[in-house]
């Protein structure tokens, strides 16, 4: 069967010398592997969280497609260029490897992943975007915290509650302004920029988050990365 997709890439592999294995999420198929063939001679750019319109033939007792024809259906000019960009292109890449390799079609969440990667390349404040694009991630795919009281001075990360109520548990965050923090990356607001040392704080408790909700998720390496150069 033959078919056209518009296509986010997630991952490459070689496959041979002139061919490649692909890994997309797809906008009306959800996640897709694909073989590349003579992929590598045609020097085509593949690159890690591009947008692509693909033309591919699959058989329906295949879990492997063949591509085609692969263009681009946006191109980015500063993302690849710039190495705190590259960085957080690998960061969101491993968030995405990781939870997606099961996952059907869903138009919501393709219309998410497009708009933060098209507003990664236009964004001019860096430091903000792994809390935020985490925090609404988790959020969009099922594992958003609680909000028990409208402001909360604790989050309890293993409950996935934000209340006012403390609790002796190490799995309880009780700091009045990375719990405002937390809450704000989850449910945005116009509040004042916060401190830098609540950016650094605030996106290890939510990869700690992340891990306690969702079975095998890490971003131990990625998130030393983050924090020896987006936040030094």
């Known amino acids: 069967m033959k078919a056209k997709e518009l296509a986010l890439l997630l991952d490459k ?7 490649s294995i692909l890994h997309f999420y797809t906008q009306e198929k959800g996640y897709q592997t694909f073989i590349f063939k003579g992929g590598l001679k045609k020097k085509k750019a593949l ?8 033309t591919y033939f699959k058989r329906p007792e295949s879990d492997l497609g063949i591509i085609n024809q692969l263009d681009f259906a946006w191109s980015a000019f500063q993302m690849y260029q ?3 960009k590259v960085l957080l292109v690998f960061f969101v890449a491993d968030i995405l490897k990781q939870t997606l390799r099961h996952q059907g ?3 919501l969440l393709f219309d998410f992943l497009r708009t933060q990667i098209i507003g990664l390349e236009t964004n001019n404040n860096d430091k903000y975007f792994p809390t935020s694009f985490l925090a609404q991630y988790l959020m969009i795919m099922g594992y958003a915290p609680l909000l028990e009281h409208e402001d909360p001075n604790h989050f309890d990360l293993k409950r ?5 109520a403390q609790l002796e548990s ?3 965050i009780d700091d009045p302004g990375l719990v405002a923090f937390l809450k704000a990356q989850f449910w945005p607001t116009e509040e004042p920029q916060f401190q830098k040392e609540h ?9 700690r988050y992340a891990g306690m909700h969702i079975p095998g998720f890490h971003l131990d390496k990625t998130l030393e990365i983050l924090h020896e150069t987006l936040y030094s």
């Open 170 to 172: 190490i799995d309880c």
């Open 105 to 107: 079609p869903d138009p």
């Open 13 to 19: 592999q070689a496959y041979s010398e002139s061919s």
């Open 160 to 164: 996935g509650v934000f209340d006012a």
């Open 47 to 54: 690159n890690q969280l591009g947008l692509y319109e693909l």
């Open 199 to 207: 950016l650094k704080a605030g996106l290890q408790i939510l990869v």
């Open 82 to 84: 710039h190495p705190q």
